[in-house]
């Protein structure tokens, strides 16, 4: 036999070993033993709790002080809802363009699965609904951005996402979601970097020190 047909026969022998290995894993080497690839049965599946009271959450993470952000609602004149949403204007539930005051708003955050309402109050017009219908501030609407975006949410709260004021150390104060994100189109779109500043005039442009690589494996010669 070549050594082409030997390499060959081995490969025909590698592809049949792990189809066998494959079936073994999905199926399991007993009636009774349950593979680490099959699939769960959903009608085992349990729904994850949500919190009764969405501040609940609060109580395992660092402190930090939020950025109230009702102040600058009420500085462009979208708060208090109320103001508009009174009793004389039940809310409407029925998916559709609007035409009047929020002609503006182009949701696309869920791609078509969100709703105003969605995250909206029907009950009290001015505050925000989580998933329970339990009440959320505006002030703290990354109770209700967390309730989906629950990585982000805790990076938020260790620091490792959004936006802190004033400084590093000290008091920890942190601005809320909707300071960056838009919340009805959350993706932030790309930006060109800033252009490197012009030398003032009187000063001399110095070329920047060029360091050698290190190289540790080379050793030094005595």
């Not at 609602?73 to 809802?81: K, T």
């Amino acid at each position: 036999m070549t050594i082409q047909g030997k390499l060959l026969q081995t490969l025909i022998f590698g592809i049949c070993s792990l189809a066998l290995f494959s079936v073994n894993l999905v199926f399991g080497e007993a009636d009774n033993e349950k593979s680490l690839f099959q699939r769960s049965n959903p009608e085992e599946f349990k729904a994850a709790p949500q919190l009764d009271d969405p501040r609940t959450i609060l109580q395992n993470v660092p402190r930090f002080t939020i950025v109230k952000r009702i102040p600058y609602l009420e500085e462009i004149g979208y708060y208090p809802c109320t103001d508009c949403h009174g009793e004389d204007q039940p809310p409407n539930a029925n998916i559709r363009v609007l035409e009047e005051d929020h002609e503006d708003v182009n949701l696309v955050h869920g791609k078509g699965r969100f709703w105003c309402l969605t995250c909206h109050a029907t009950e009290n017009r001015d505050n925000l609904r989580s998933l329970k219908n339990q009440p959320i501030s505006f002030d703290d609407s990354y109770l209700l951005c967390g309730q989906c975006h629950f990585q982000r949410q805790k990076d938020f709260f260790e620091g490792g996402h959004g936006k802190r004021k004033d400084h590093w150390q000290g008091e920890k104060i942190l601005y809320n979601c909707t300071e960056c994100h838009n919340p009805h189109v959350p993706q932030i779109k790309p930006r060109k970097p800033v252009a490197i500043p012009k030398i003032r005039p009187g000063i001399k442009h110095s070329q920047p020190a060029i360091h050698p690589t290190p190289k540790p494996w080379v050793q030094k010669e005595d």
